[in-house]
């Protein structure tokens, strides 16, 4: 019960730090890319991963490709203590820039062209895939962010998040049962 509280303190302390830390951009855009990042910060406290995914720098490596906007939202969350490691957070502009090795990895909708590229070239591997792009878990991808910044009763869904349980396990991560419960899963090979 002590960990609940401890997450529901710290989902409310990182909304509050996001939104009101950074800089005050006007444009609703911007605004959903922090609602997005703060929901991709916590998303990512409910994933496990094989012990064997980490390495002495012992931390969880975020790329982010194809989204500036997202990128600029993270950052204050640079360093930040996640499950026991720094969070590390960077931006790649395309996909040969790719270093290795990261534990996540948005997609942003404007890479939608590379995505079979993508997700072939991390094929097994113990690394998230999420992006807000239609048809994403359709495509192979694991998370689908669904509407992030909307009121949920003018979307007509009734949840954030579709997850591919098939690529999450072919990958050897784990997605806490809380976390799957608010989700739409699709089982897609």
Request: net charge positive.
């Amino acid at each position: 019960m002590f960990k609940i509280k401890n997450h529901i303190l710290f989902f409310t302390a990182a909304i509050a730090f996001i939104v009101l830390a950074s800089p005050s951009q006007g444009t609703l855009a911007f605004k959903q890319d922090k609602v997005k990042a703060l929901y991709l910060y916590n998303f990512l406290l409910f994933v496990e991963w094989p012990e064997s995914a980490f390495d002495e720098k012992d931390c969880i490596c975020t790329a982010i490709l194809g989204d500036d906007l997202l990128f600029e939202a993270l950052k204050p969350m640079r360093g930040k203590a996640m499950k026991g490691r720094k969070m590390l957070v960077e931006r790649y502009e395309n996909l040969k820039d790719l270093e290795r090795p990261f534990h996540v990895i948005f997609i942003g909708s404007s890479m939608k062209a590379l995505v079979p590229q993508i997700l072939d070239q991390i094929k097994d591997e113990p690394v998230l895939t999420v992006s807000d792009m239609e048809r994403f878990t359709q495509m192979g991808g694991m998370v689908f962010f669904r509407n992030i910044g909307s009121p949920s009763d003018k979307t007509g869904y009734p949840k954030r998040f579709e997850i591919n349980l098939a690529a999450v396990k072919r990958a050897g991560l784990k997605i806490r049962s809380r976390l799957l419960r608010l989700s739409d899963i699709v089982y897609n090979p």
